[in-house]
C-alpha cells in the first residue's frame, strides 16, 4: 500500500534537510562551514577547486567579483581556505565563496586577540564626535575607538557637550597609529570596538590601588579645559586625574584659567576614584568663606565689590576672600539696562541685602 500524498510531502522535506545538512553523524560539511581547499582550475569567469573527499566546488558570478583581489594572485595548486553556500550548485558543483571565507578568517584572528588581551596598532582614518574610525594592524578591518575609550593624554580638552569642537580636536589624530586593546567584537553586526585606555588600564589600577579618597597627593597641572582641569601625579606620572570646574573654588569660576595654569605645580585632594579614573579637588584643601559668613556679613552693611559677571539672571559680584553676592535681574528692570549700569571689572560699592550661609548665598543691592 502506497503512504498518503502528506506522507510523501514529510518524507521529501526529510530527504531535502538531510541532504542540505548532511547525514546525522557523517562527516558531510554543511553550508556556512568553512574548509581548506586548491585551486584545480582558473577560468576566466570560474574558478574550480579541489574539496578531498567532498568533491569539486567553483566560485562564479558575484562570489568570484567579491574575491577579485584573492583571485589574481592564485595559482594551480595553491591551497586557501573557502565557506560553503550552496551544496547543490551549478553543474553538480558546491558553491564556494572565497571572500567570505576571508571574512570569517579575519573575525576569527581578532576574536583571538580580544582573548589574548594582546595590544594592537590601529591607523585612524576618520574622526567625529563620537570618537575615531581607524584599521586595525594588518588584518584590514574596521574598529572604533569611542572617546570614553581613549588615554588620559588624548582625551579632548574642551567642553564635554560640545560636539563641535570635540570633533575638531579628533580631526588631529586622523594619520595617526595609535595602541590599543579590543573590547567587543560583534562579526553579524560587523562591530568592532577597541580601547585606547584599556592598554594603560591594567597598570594604572594597580598603581591606583594604594590612594584612596581623603589623601592629598602633588600634582602637575598638564591641561585645561572649559569643564576643569587635568592633573598628572608626581609620584605616579601614569596617573592622571581631573579636577572639575566646580571642585577649584568654593566660588563660582567661570574659567579654570583664571586659578591655575598648565605646569603649575598643586596640592590637591582625592574626592574619588571610580573605574580607573580619579577625580580630585582644589577647594577642599582650602578654608571654606562661608563657615564664618555671619562674622563678616550682615544685613544693611555696605560692601565693595569687582563685577564678576553678567548672566540674564543678574550679575555676579567679587566680594574677596572666595565670596560672592548676587543682584538679581529686577533691580535694573532689564538685562540691557545692567549692562549700562555694571562693567565687568568695575569696582563699586553695594548693599547686601541679605545673607543665607545655607544656601551659600549673599544678595545685595545697588548702593542708591
Known sequence: ????????????????QILKNGVPGSEWPKEGVVLEVELIKKAPRQLFFDMGKFGTGIVYGLELLNAREIARNLNVGDRLSAKITNLHGEGGYTELSLAEADKQRVWQQVKELQESGEVVKARVFAANAGGLSATLGDLDVKAFLPVSQLSNDH????????????????????????????????????KLIISEREVLSANVKELLAKYQPG???????????????????????????????????????DSPKEIVKVNEAVKVKVIDIKDGKVFLSLKALKADPWETIGNRY????????????????????????????????????????????????????????????????IVLKLKK
Do not use: C, W
Open 215 to 253: 589623601q592629598v597627593i602633588d600634582g602637575l597641572v598638564t591641561g585645561i579645559a572649559d569643564f576643569g582641569v587635568f592633573i598628572r601625579f608626581v609620584d605616579d606620572p601614569q596617573i592622571e586625574g581631573m579636577i572639575h570646574i566646580s571642585e577649584l573654588e568654593h566660588r563660582i569660576v
Open 1 to 16: 500500500m502506497m503512504p498518503k500524498a502528506e506522507g510523501n510531502g514529510k518524507t521529501n522535506a526529510m530527504l531535502a
Open 298 to 361: 550682615t544685613a544693611g552693611q555696605d560692601v565693595e565689590g569687582v563685577v564678576y559677571k553678567l548672566n540674564p539672571f543678574g550679575a555676579v559680584i567679587n566680594l574677596g576672600g572666595g565670596l560672592q553676592g548676587m543682584i538679581h535681574i529686577s533691580e535694573f528692570g532689564g538685562t540691557e539696562e545692567m549692562k549700562k549700569e555694571l562693567v565687568i571689572g568695575q569696582p563699586r560699592t553695594f548693599v547686601v541685602d541679605s545673607v543665607k550661609p545655607e544656601e551659600k548665598r
Open 155 to 190: 582625551y579632548p580638552r574642551v567642553e564635554e557637550n560640545d560636539r563641535l569642537k570635540i570633533a575638531e580636536e579628533l580631526k588631529k589624530f586622523i594619520g595617526e597609529e595609535l595602541n590599543v586593546k579590543i573590547i567587543d567584537v560583534n562579526p553579524r553586526a560587523n
